[in-house]
């Protein structure tokens, strides 16, 4: 099963790929977790894009597709592959068909989540995080016992520094306009399937599920 999952920040992106792994055995691959492991291991790959990372520029999609590329042939892709924040231009788009053609690893579907602005606005602006131990909560969604405080440490929750109206309306408008041609492409080919986000976690994985169940395994 090979999948990709896009959406902006806030869709619920990690906790539908958390629910996509375990139920279909596949492994989550995003492009960040795969810069950190090459750069750890001192990969050539790693060792290249690090050299851009230090200084400060974007690592350039050459070294980026060369990753996915050698990500997609390790033994644990055997069943198939979610991948998350990759493509994330229709230039890497293009140059991933090419790459998983070649490595006889097609995509079969994208699960596009969608959420409208005010969810999003309510999701993010509501979000508290544990400074020491990383919990998330959520005022009203996912409250922590004691307002203000971190039921698993104690520490005092706070707002992370970009979740709020502004920045979301500049990562809304980067997301627009670099994955929105991403999408359209797969949408092209006719892969794609759009799924309502702004429902309970159950109901959104049900409908993704459904999907799923008509691929072939
Ligand atoms: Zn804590």
């Not at 929105?180 to 080919?189: G, H, T």
């Amino acid at each position: 099963m090979n999948l990709l999952i896009m959406g902006p920040a806030g869709a619920g992106k990690g906790t539908m790929s958390d629910m996509i792994v375990s139920e279909y055995d596949i492994p989550h691959i995003s492009t960040g977790d795969m810069l950190r492991e090459n750069v750890k291991n001192n990969t050539e790959l790693g060792k290249s894009a690090q050299s851009y990372m230090i200084a400060g520029k974007l690592v350039p999609d050459d070294v980026i597709n060369a990753m996915v590329e050698d990500r997609l042939q390790k033994p644990d892709c055997q069943k198939g592959y979610l991948l998350d924040g990759f493509p994330r231009t229709l230039v890497q788009a293009e140059a991933f068909t090419k790459i998983a053609d070649k490595i006889g690893k097609p995509v079969e579907s994208v699960i596009a989540l969608e959420v409208g602005f005010d969810t999003l606005k309510e999701r993010i602006t509501g979000r508290r995080i544990c400074p020491k131990c990383g919990a998330i909560y959520h005022i009203h969604t996912k409250p922590s016992k004691t307002e203000g405080k971190c039921d698993a440490c104690g520490s005092d929750l706070v707002q992370r520094k970009d979740d709020t109206v502004e920045q979301l309306k500049v990562r809304m408008d980067e997301y627009e306009k670099s994955t929105k041609p991403v999408i359209d492409f797969y949408d092209a080919k006719g892969v794609a399937t759009h799924i309502a986000a702004d429902r309970k976690p159950e109901e959104v994985f049900g409908s993704i599920k459904e999907v799923l169940s008509t691929l072939s395994k």
